[in-house]
């Protein structure tokens, strides 16, 4: 292991001190000067003869929630021959200002899954890399899409417009059973979840039972206390608005501004419509009855908006319809319960900033089909909880390279007095705006395409080499030491604590965790 770990930091350092002497190199070459800059309540009901219920033996998997993971599981259950109810709060079509990007990794995976063509007919738009922007410079990061077919990019669209294809997909399969209803709580019976209690939307309270029930009801999820030790954390919030009939300065890309204090994204939802996502930092943002935010959006965030896209900013805030959402970031702590699974944001959040949630959630769902598939019986709830353990280990490289970066990335692109800080923000910029190596390596760890948390600690930390490079060139002196010295504390006290969440052993050393050779049980007929 300390092999490994020595290993890792000299690569880091290597990409660093490589990085720093492009820069170098380019700024000899065009003569510039090298100067730097509350949980809802546990929901478990013991089960008791005598309540109104329908007991419907006939299914195999109840699913709770209907969103992206949701209706993406029922689909894909239900194509493996599992008889499927699925019970959704509302069946209309949501309309939120979250989870309208999908990212290449996650498009693979809706092929995967045999849904790929949830993404046609809503006006989705391809979108092919990130654009980043910082005091008035710029740089273009594509994605790493040369080995792929040209429908292979990443997608933006209206989220409820996505979520409803997927429904209605469902829904066409002959053993799928959509229904309207709220669940209220999960029927446990010695330890084992036995199905679910919930109310129609006409006020009935029923009773639902199958041998697997599968929690996906979201980020504001009332059932998940039962399954999982919830560590939330609300860094921020976004305040959302739709720009109408405006050019971005890159088509089919996102955008990310460095604002002060925190970032500013802008990526396209329709042909005519591009979706603006202010992040604001805490959990209290302006009132916007009281016309606090509309000041606030024009004074403070219009001045940092690029020119190009400024006017249909403002006119965006003065059309009103101003929305307001909690980012969340939660890592994945199950207990494992026999007869019960938590998957989607009910299971496992992180700062949306980099777009990443819905691509972990059908990442997630292919571990779990291809775990399931083998099994005929899902009867033996205490045998199959102890098969699927493996879940949480397998799922690990794509769901922890994109967790950690995302984390990691929001602490380092928002703006900081701290002088360390700084530097590490724009040696991250200029890290990136190198080109080669230095900027197609982050993105496909961001794109879902190279789920690999090694190759994300080492570009992590190569950043921090390069901006310590960049103090000490080219003459060192002991302030500038300091600096980097707390540039490099100040980067792994950034990294570490979110690995620590994650896990380090299931992380890096998934093979050494028992669960990960966990075979199928074999089944008796039930």
């Known amino acids: 292991m300390m092999d490994q770990s020595l290993f890792g930091w000299i690569l880091a350092s290597v990409l660093g001190l490589v990085a720093i002497y492009s820069l170098v190199a380019k700024k000899n070459r065009a003569g510039v000067s090298s100067e730097a800059r509350s949980e809802c309540v546990e929901s478990v009901t013991t089960t008791t003869n005598g309540e109104c219920g329908s007991g419907n033996g006939d299914v195999d998997v109840i699913i709770v929630g209907a969103g992206v993971a949701g209706a993406a599981l029922a689909h894909t259950l239900a194509k493996d021959g599992r008889r499927v109810h699925v019970i959704e709060r509302d069946l209309t079509e949501p309309d939120r200002i979250v989870g309208e990007l999908l990212q290449p990794g996650g498009y693979l995976k809706l092929i995967e899954l045999g849904l790929e063509d949830c993404v046609k007919g809503i006006d989705a738009q391809q979108v092919f890399g990130y654009a980043l922007f910082k005091d008035g410079k710029n740089t273009r990061l594509s994605y790493p899409l040369e080995k792929f077919h ?183 702590a199950p207990h494992p319960t026999p007869g019960a699974l938590l998957m989607g944001d009910a299971f496992n959040m992180r700062h949306p900033l980099t777009g990443g949630g819905m691509t972990v959630a059908l990442s997630d769902i292919v571990v779990l089909r291809d775990l399931l598939k083998p099994l005929r019986d899902l009867h033996d709830a205490p045998t199959l909880c102890k098969y699927l353990e493996s879940f949480y280990t397998l799922r690990k490289p794509v769901a922890s390279t994109i967790n950690t970066l995302a984390g990691a990335l929001y602490k380092v692109f928002c703006a900081s007095p701290d002088r360390a800080r700084k530097e590490m923000r724009e040696a991250c910029f200029d890290y990136l705006s190198l080109g080669g190596v230095f900027s197609t390596g982050p993105v496909s760890l961001l794109s879902g395409l190279n789920p690999r948390p090694l190759s994300l600690v080492l570009h992590f930390f190569a950043v921090a080499v390069f901006g310590v490079g960049r103090l000490l060139v080219p003459f060192p002196s002991p302030s500038r030491i300091w600096i980097g010295a707390r540039l490099i504390s100040g980067a792994s006290g950034i990294i570490f604590p979110i690995i620590k969440a994650e896990g380090v052993r299931q992380m890096f050393f998934p093979a050494t965790v028992p669960a990960y050779y966990r075979a199928p049980p074999v089944n008796q007929d039930h």
Do not use: W
């Open 150 to 332: 040209s429908d292979v990019s990443g997608r933006s669209f209206h989220n409820g417009r996505f979520i409803q294809r997927m429904r209605e997909k469902a829904a066409t399969l002959p053993n799928v059973r959509l229904e309207q209803g709220t669940v209220t709580s999960l029927l446990e019976e010695n330890g084992t979840i036995k199905g679910v209690q919930y109310k129609t939307k006409d006020g009935k309270v029923l009773t639902a039972y199958a041998p697997l029930t599968i929690v996906c009801d979201g980020c504001f999820s009332n059932l998940r206390r039962s399954l999982c030790n919830p560590q939330v954390d609300s860094p921020s919030c976004f305040v959302g608005l739709v720009l109408e009939n405006c050019e971005l300065p890159y088509a089919n890309h996102g955008h990310v501004i460095l604002a002060d204090p925190s970032p500013i994204l802008f990526y396209p939802i329709s042909g005519t419509e591009v979706r603006c996502l202010v992040d604001v930092p805490g959990q209290k943002v302006p009132s916007i009855a009281n016309g606090e935010m509309a000041n606030y959006l024009k004074t403070m965030v219009a001045p940092q908006v690029p020119p190009e896209i400024h006017d249909a900013f403002v006119a965006a805030v003065d059309r009103g319809n101003i929305r307001t959402m909690p980012n969340r970031s939660m890592p994945a």
